[in-house]
């Protein structure tokens, strides 16, 4: 997880600061209509794609 991955680079690799992060994972997997998309399609979908890049904000914001 992003957390573990910063914990990681600040103890392991003595990084203290980050100029820039980019959140760069997307994914689809569902190209019908939202009203027939299958509840884990969602599921997945708003994990990767609405989440992730706020968890790993959350995570990387007080070494940016």
Do not use: K
């Amino acid at each position: 997880d992003a957390q573990a991955a910063v914990q990681t680079l600040r103890e392991e690799h003595g990084v203290t600061h980050l100029d820039v992060v980019v959140a760069n994972a997307a994914m689809a997997t569902n190209f019908g209509p939202a009203s027939t998309m299958p509840l884990e399609h969602l599921q997945a979908h708003m994990m990767v794609n609405m989440y992730a890049p706020v968890l790993l904000f959350q995570a990387t914001r007080l070494i940016l």
